[in-house]
């Protein structure tokens, strides 16, 4: 679809928030609503990037001090969010797509997730038949279910509805904004230089990455759940070729995994997708 | 120089990493023996209940998951169902004090008689000595021991990871199959998932 005619099209009109957790719904009649510690923002992106041909919807999840939701794979406890969408006719959304996340927890339980602010990004698809021009008006609307938790969990759940166009040039460049960091956030595909291979020996994996920078830290989150023991130490080794990273087989899983696919993290913050064949000796 | 040291901090690492306990008990293994107190201040030792099937059920009522399985009566129904046929049945709580689902023993056997719970015994391990002996990381966690004292399964008690009660019905519950299946003398299909729930609050 023409990106000019749907950027003009996909100023956001108004905003609808209600994101409240299940205590407060329990305790109404109490006439107080106790701390949900998560509220959420439907979004939208009025530019998306050049060559994108997808409008870009998003949950804005604001989190409390301390308090997390969980990435894709949530690790050793916890849930990620679920997002169901309804949209009008025509409309497609298409997958999450997960900023990297952090390690949460300590000691024997590790997680996998997100504090402070986190942008899930989704994709959406207009129908070709959609008429811009004409400006009608459309509304998204996102169900999400998730759980936020710091020394406890409370789930919590979302009923959220974006009204398109949009008025609100002000608005919209702000959530633009939200769209561009997040962006920047989201694991870049591994360079075409790098070469990435897994080898399991014994009870551990080796993935190694021949070309990769000199770097003083390594952090791999598996994609799948069972496949890494999650709070076990992650061994960094470098040399001239590149980085090796040992991680150890999780006890759950009957054997080391044919694929590893999951992101890495170099020195804190430069994230990339990896997968690779596993090698087993 | 830098690789020198870079080396020798792997080693390092890697040593640490050896040296931790990291071998949890897995599927097949021998189940570790261990002592603890219940709710009526009564001590029991794995290792008797040796001939009999043992079910090992990480507890914490304050957490959702728990919740999910406990107000919708579904942990209940399996107690009951199972200690019927003689398998001995051990809610275990691994929270330590000043934690979430961390329990004085009277209030506890409040809560069972509350929630209509069934229970052989529910042991008390406010200093995570059975949870870290067997790597409990959620609640709910269940693990099922055979009359051989091998661990036949360990992980979730079903596949439908949420809070919601609606999807207990749908859900397909590992530890009903895992059971039915042992005490027919099959091989349990399922004997290891990813355990749903809150994380074991331990001590710091």
């Known amino acids: 679809m023409p990106l000019a005619r749907a950027a003009k099209y996909f100023v956001v009109r108004t905003l609808l928030l209600a994101a409240f957790g299940l205590p407060a719904l329990l305790s109404a009649a109490a006439g107080q609503s106790p701390p949900s510690h998560a509220t959420i923002e439907l979004i939208a992106d009025l530019t998306p990037p050049a060559g994108n041909p997808r409008l870009q919807a998003g949950l804005l999840f604001h989190l409390d001090p301390g308090w997390h939701i969980y990435w894709q794979n949530a690790g050793d406890s916890g849930e990620p969010p679920k997002i169901t969408w309804n949209l009008p006719a025509g409309f497609i959304a298409g997958p999450i797509e997960w900023p990297a996340p952090k390690r949460l927890g300590s000691g024997s339980i590790i997680d996998y997730g997100y504090e402070d602010q986190v942008l899930l990004m989704a994709p959406i698809r207009a129908p070709m038949s959609f008429d811009y021009e004409g400006r009608p008006n459309v509304q998204f609307v996102a169900d999400v279910k998730y759980v936020v938790c710091r020394e406890i969990c409370i789930p919590g759940k979302a009923h959220l509805a974006l009204a398109l166009p949009l008025t609100n040039d002000a608005q919209a460049r702000e959530w633009h904004e939200e769209f561009e960091q997040a962006r920047k956030e989201i694991p870049k595909l591994a360079p075409a230089s790098w070469k990435i291979s897994a080898r399991a020996a014994q009870n551990n994996l080796v993935l190694s990455i021949a070309g990769a920078p000199q770097t003083k830290s390594a952090t791999f989150f598996p994609q799948a759940a069972s496949i890494i023991e999650n709070s076990a130490p992650q061994v960094l080794a470098t040399d001239r070729a590149g980085i090796h990273l040992t991680l150890k087989v999780s006890d759950q899983a009957a054997g080391p995994p044919t694929r590893l696919k999951g992101v890495v993290v170099l020195d804190g913050s430069l994230a990339y997708q990896i997968a690779a064949p596993v090698v087993s000796k | 120089m830098k690789r020198y040291f870079a080396t020798i901090l792997g080693f390092a690492f890697l040593l640490a990493a050896l040296l931790s306990p990291a071998w949890a008990v897995r599927i097949g293994d021998k189940a570790p023996d261990f002592t603890a107190t219940d709710t009526n201040g009564q001590s029991h030792k794995l290792s008797e209940y040796a001939g009999k099937f043992v079910v090992l059920e990480w507890h914490n009522r304050g957490c959702p998951y728990t919740q999910k399985h406990y107000t919708s009566g579904n942990m209940e129904r399996l107690q009951r169902e199972w200690t019927a046929k003689g398998v001995i049945w051990l809610t275990v709580i691994s929270s330590a004090p000043g934690k979430q689902g961390y329990v004085t023993a009277a209030d506890e056997n409040s809560y069972v008689k509350e929630m209509k719970a069934a229970p052989t015994a529910v042991l008390l391990d406010p200093t995570g000595a059975v949870g870290h002996l067997y790597d409990a990381k959620t609640t709910p966690q269940m693990i099922i021991i055979n009359p051989q004292g091998v661990m036949i399964y360990d992980g979730a008690i079903d596949d439908k990871a949420t809070t919601d009660t609606a999807d207990i019905s749908g859900a397909k519950n590992y530890v009903q199959q895992a ?24 001590p710091d």
């Open chain 2, 179 to 202: 059971l039915e299946e042992a005490t027919s003398g099959k091989a349990v299909s399922v004997a290891s998932t990813r355990p749903y729930g809150c994380s074991v609050k331990y």
